[in-house]
């Protein structure tokens, strides 16, 4: 691949780097100190009438929380429970987001809350005819919303990106340190594939040393298949070897893109064409889209291959430009480790109503 076609916009580097980020990292610290400790003592936060699992991680960037809150809203409809799902809505434009437009296809019946208020917006929700029947609340990235209450705090740990090795914002990654999970109840360590068993155990072991009570469980993010937009705007289903001799381009803005890549590499089985790499939750405005179309040019790439939080904002531009097709790769998680006892868990808060301490 070469260097120009895989720029890279979101890298690893944390966002202040050397003296000033690590002050900056201590000032941020006071602050979250302070906040913490007023959210201990119960100040603003408001519980709602029904239960609420919130779905979190410690740091920023993607570790699989739209496949999780989707397989942890499936138990719930599967045990029979009317659940919704409520998020910030991050750089929503025309009132939606891409993370809640993405719920909408891959969950349908499901209410999606995406409002920066979360509490005034399930409350509009519940008094409507849709969430009347609604009975628990999935909270998307709710570690750090403390302003509900919630009964059980699931938090997301990427494996590839070891919480205990990086700093608190913004010399680093993390929103929190390690020692928050103390107020978790259950962790998912996700993206186990890319790394050996041994860090996954290594890494239980340390969440167990701070949190004993932790249910623990490890995960695979999966490619379940391919939806392929045609020119005609018709969407064909595929299985992932679909991209097997062809040339793709892969494009996302995620929060983890250098997984996205090497998940689209390991897919087409040789290198990839080229990969644009953008940051969590781009805007695909007509500068953006002028740079994907030069790569697909220049690449000549026979395939777009995207997220599908990014499709929701690039397949009607690529086929109605008539560049090529764009196929989406179907994510789900699979749980190596753990699920039972997870799934468990969170039918068991929602069934009894009870308060987790």
């Not at 916009?9 to 002050?23: D, F, K, S």
Request: charged residues 25%; positive net charge.
């Amino acid at each position: 691949m070469s260097e120009s076609a895989a720029r890279t916009e979101n890298t690893q580097r944390p966002p202040v780097r050397g003296l000033l980020g690590r002050a900056l990292s201590k000032v941020y610290e006071v602050e979250l100190n302070r906040r913490s400790r007023r959210f201990d003592a119960g100040v603003g936060v408001h519980r709602l009438d029904r239960p609420v699992i919130s779905v979190g991680n410690l740091s920023v960037g993607g570790t699989g929380k739209t496949p999780t809150v989707t397989a942890v809203s499936r138990w719930l409809l599967e045990a029979g429970h009317r659940p919704c799902i409520a998020m910030r809505g991050y750089r929503a434009r025309d009132g939606e987001s891409d993370e809640a437009m993405e719920y909408r296809q891959v969950i349908a019946g499901v209410p999606v809350v995406a409002k920066p208020d979360r509490r005034a917006g399930l409350n509009t929700l519940f008094a409507s005819p849709e969430g009347a029947g609604v009975d628990c609340v999935v909270l998307d990235d709710g570690f750090q919303h403390r302003r509900l209450a919630r009964d059980l705090d699931l938090v997301l740990i990427d494996a590839t990106r070891d919480p205990f090795a990086d700093r608190l914002l913004p010399a680093g990654w993390l929103r929190e340190r390690p020692e928050a999970l103390r107020r978790a109840h259950a962790v998912v360590v996700t993206h186990a594939e890319r790394v050996g068993v041994g860090v996954v155990e290594r890494m239980f072991e340390r969440l167990s040393r701070i949190n004993a009570q932790l249910t623990l469980a490890s995960s695979w993010h999966h490619w379940s298949g391919l939806s392929v937009r045609e020119f005609d705007g018709a969407v064909e289903q595929h299985p992932v070897s679909w991209l097997n001799g062809q040339r793709v381009l892969a494009v996302c803005g995620i929060g983890n893109g250098a997984a996205f890549v090497a998940a689209a590499e390991g897919a087409v089985g040789s290198a990839l064409a080229g990969a644009i790499v953008l940051r969590d939750h781009a805007h695909y405005d007509r500068r953006t889209l002028d740079r994907i179309f030069r790569a697909v040019k220049q690449t000549q790439a026979d395939v777009i291959l995207t997220t599908r939080k990014d499709d929701v904002k690039l397949s009607a531009w690529a086929t109605r430009d008539g560049l090529c097709p764009v196929a989406t790769a179907e994510l789900e998680i699979r749980f190596d480790r753990g699920k039972d006892a997870l799934r468990e868990r969170v039918l068991q808060v929602v069934a009894s109503g009870s308060r987790i301490r």
